[in-house]
């Protein structure tokens, strides 16, 4: 079947630490993206990548980094930058540029907790 | 600045009651519009979205959604709603960037 893979679907991080997110996708949709959710704020975009080897920096990018060196692959690494990581991170992707039209698919999530 | 709005941050309904769900966005030209529905501790499922055409759209799960160009407007309904609908729903707005409301909490009750 096709779809957005995320793991780990919990993650705990010491404070200090980095942390990787991974995302995988074999719809063979050219977009990707990563958003942060908490509660009563919706979505907002931390970064999105529109093609192999680019990525644009969203509205919260500060304290996260991506890369995006395979079509289906688009990991996001937690640093120990970002002052409030604790929350619920969600991968999606989309068919050719990120364009209004197009449908963003979503991954299941993986919550984040900093101890 | 654009925006994305849902006024009701938490909605309590009836099983077998009917459900609309209110959305207002704020763009200078009208917006792509979508519906997605988060269960807990889940993704997203898109359940409708609205391009141009018809303004009354059809979606899953026996949703549908009504543009209203005058309004600024895309309101969510449901005629009878299960226990199943139980869950969070987002309205979202495109003008190249997709942009997400707030959320709207639904409970449904016995």
């Known amino acids: 079947d096709g779809g957005i893979t995320q793991s780990p679907k919990y993650l705990f991080r010491k404070e200090g630490q980095n942390v990787t997110l991974s995302c995988e996708q074999n719809l063979n949709h050219d977009a990707m993206y990563w958003y942060r959710q908490d509660p009563g704020q919706g979505l907002r975009l931390i970064y999105y990548s529109q093609i192999v080897n680019d990525f644009q920096k969203g509205d919260i990018a500060e304290g996260y980094s991506v890369s995006r060196e395979k079509k289906e692959s688009f990991p996001l690494t937690v640093t120990s930058a970002q002052k409030n990581p604790t929350a619920f991170y969600l991968c999606?992707?989309?068919?050719?540029?990120?364009?209004?039209?197009?449908?963003?698919?979503f991954g299941p999530g993986t919550r984040l907790t900093v101890l | 600045a654009q925006s994305v709005t849902q006024p009701d941050i938490h909605i309590t309904v009836s099983e077998g009651a009917s459900l609309e769900l209110r959305c207002n966005y704020s763009y200078g030209a009208t917006p792509y519009l979508f519906w997605y529905v988060q269960s807990p501790g889940q993704g997203l499922q898109l359940l409708l979205k609205y391009f141009s055409g018809d303004t009354l759209v059809q979606g899953i799960k026996g949703f549908e959604a009504e543009f209203k160009r005058s309004q600024s407007s895309f309101n969510l309904r449901k005629p009878s709603v299960h226990w199943s609908d139980a869950a969070e729903y987002f309205c979202?707005?495109?003008?190249?960037?997709?942009?997400f409301g707030a959320g709207t909490q639904v409970v449904v009750t016995p």
């Open positions: 999606a992707s989309s068919m050719g540029l990120a364009q209004s039209y197009n449908e963003q698919f």
């Open positions: 979202a707005a495109s003008r190249g960037k997709l942009q």
